[in-house]
């Protein structure tokens, strides 16, 4: 198992920006794709954005044009770069690996004010 730390959370106002970072405590190479995962108050978790070994992004559609995750294999580090933030931003996010899911990390939770 690879430990996974979040941090980059906080509040901001909505439209603000805020810059996340996940660092792993073993390599990330070994994983096909690394992602970010959202939890808000009350519901499930989601996917919403990943990246590929190969550099390959995705993302939901209700972050697509305002969140940018990137990765940096050397660093075993995986950010989430998120502008133009909504109220409906607000939860827990974590990062993890998709397709080989490793033990949850405590998360940063990310609280978007109107």
């Known amino acids: 198992q690879v430990q996974l730390v979040e941090s980059g959370g906080g509040l901001v106002q909505a439209g603000g920006s805020l810059r996340l970072s996940c660092t792993a405590s073993?390599?990330?190479?070994?994983?096909?794709?690394m992602g970010w995962y959202r939890q808000p108050p009350g519901k499930q978790r989601e996917l919403v954005a990943n990246?590929?070994?190969?550099?390959?992004?995705n993302y939901a559609d209700s972050v697509k044009g305002r969140f940018t995750i990137s990765r940096d294999d050397a660093k075993n580090t995986v950010t989430l770069q998120m502008n133009s933030l909504k109220p409906e931003d607000t939860a827990v996010y974590h990062c993890?690996?998709?397709?080989?899911?490793?033990?949850w990390g405590q998360g940063t939770r990310v609280t978007v004010s109107s």
């Open positions: 993890n690996a998709p397709w080989s899911l490793q033990n």
């Open positions: 073993k390599s990330i190479f070994r994983f096909s794709a």
């Open positions: 990246i590929t070994r190969g550099g390959i992004t």
